[in-house]
């Protein structure tokens, strides 16, 4: 009587050690970075494959697609320059491009390398004026010399 006793306490005791390994548990925290990808600014590259490559890395630290809002959301474990490289597809076909995010003490990020159009803007903006502007003189002088002639 004592050995079933015994036993019906060690299984007892058992239940919550086997019930345990059949759980999922889960932790929210504040930390991260997210990479929001678009073609325009009401048009985000929802769904789209994406890798994280860390720094130095030759495998990719994550994987995946951009959520329908065009983000890329992930959790470095070191400093250094990331990589986001995302594929994405409109009605003009596939498209391409690279984020590399710097991250620096605390995990937390340091900067990013914008695109080419987005540094220079206003070089390209002057440099599209002084071409309109040179067109719309020579459509002028070509118009008026046919007039005249």
Known sequence: MKRIIFFLVVLLLAIPLL?????????????????????????????????????????????????????????????????????????HGFHGTDVAVEIGEGLMVKGFKKPLVATHIKLFIGVSLIFGLFGVITLWRNWRGKKSG
Do not use: M
């Open 19 to 91: 019930s345990y390994a059949h759980t999922v548990n889960y932790q929210v925290e504040n930390k991260g970075v997210t990479v929001r990808v678009f073609y325009g600014e009401n048009d985000p590259a929802s769904y789209s494959e994406y890798e994280v490559y860390g720094p130095g890395d030759d495998l990719p630290h994550q994987k995946g697609r951009t959520d329908k809002n065009g983000c890329v959301s992930f959790l470095p474990d070191r400093k250094g320059i990331w990589k986001v490289k995302v594929w994405g597809e409109s009605e």
